[in-house]
């Protein structure tokens, strides 16, 4: 499967504690992104990167969050002292760079956070 | 207000039917349109894509877009059980930045009776 992945698909944890999630982008597109999605919502844009470099970040992203791509590659995202209202479904999605054109963006099958 | 509304549904069409799902947005710097698929607890699937304004057709779905009206509609012929799903539309700037990110409608819930 060529498609973006992402681990793990499901994630209950305790109010406080520290998680993280994993993206692996499409191999050959360098722009990566991080969107949330409560229910009955459309995804949330979080943040974005450009190879290694993060370039974006929404308001919604609090010093709580922290998103690193090292190498380029795979994308992490951590989010610490969660909360209740941290639950929703974590989306990672890319996109080649390419013509001015084009911003197609192929998402992953999300992390489901559960904050208990 | 939202840059970007959706009509809410629930929608529901019997099998073979016309389906018309619509998006208003008030951000006239949207120039990509994006409709995409998501079935309960799964990741959106793109569908449709759009730069700037006009028609696309892919087999029994037509994509449209009016930037004039700042409206955007998809149209999916001869519906099947298999079509149900929220669709979600998406669009985006072409900011200075790279970002590009999408926003989103928030969704319309469209059950296909067989």
């Known amino acids: 499967d060529t498609g973006v992945s992402q681990n793990p698909r499901h994630k209950i944890t305790k109010r406080g504690q520290n998680v993280t999630f994993r993206c692996d982008p499409i191999?050959?597109?360098?722009?990566l992104y991080w969107y949330r999605q409560t229910l009955g919502q459309g995804p949330e844009f979080l943040t974005y990167f450009q190879n290694e470099a993060q370039l974006e970040k929404s308001r919604l992203l609090s010093d709580r969050f922290s998103a690193e791509r090292p190498k380029g590659s795979f994308s992490t995202l951590e989010i610490q002292r969660t909360e209740q209202g941290d639950s929703a479904m974590y989306l990672c999605a890319s996109r080649p760079s390419g013509r001015d054109s084009y911003n197609e963006q192929f998402f992953g099958p999300g992390t489901r956070l559960t904050v208990l | 207000q939202k840059e970007v509304e959706q009509d809410p549904g629930p929608l529901s069409v019997p099998e073979g039917a016309i389906v018309s799902l619509n998006c208003t947005y008030s951000n006239s710097a949207f120039q990509y349109f994006m409709w995409y698929r998501q079935y309960s607890r799964k990741g959106p699937e793109l569908l449709m894509y759009?730069?700037?304004?006009g028609n696309k057709e892919d087999g029994r779905f037509t994509a449209q877009v009016d930037k004039s009206s700042k409206y955007i509609s998809l149209f999916i012929r001869d519906s099947q059980p298999s079509d149900s799903a929220t669709y979600l539309c998406?669009?985006?700037?072409?900011?200075?930045?790279?970002?590009?990110?999408?926003?989103f409608g928030s969704g319309t819930q469209l059950t296909v009776l067989p």
């Open positions: 759009t730069y700037s304004s």
């Open positions: 998406a669009m985006s700037a072409k900011s200075s930045g790279s970002a590009r990110q999408l926003t």
């Open positions: 191999s050959e597109h360098n722009r």
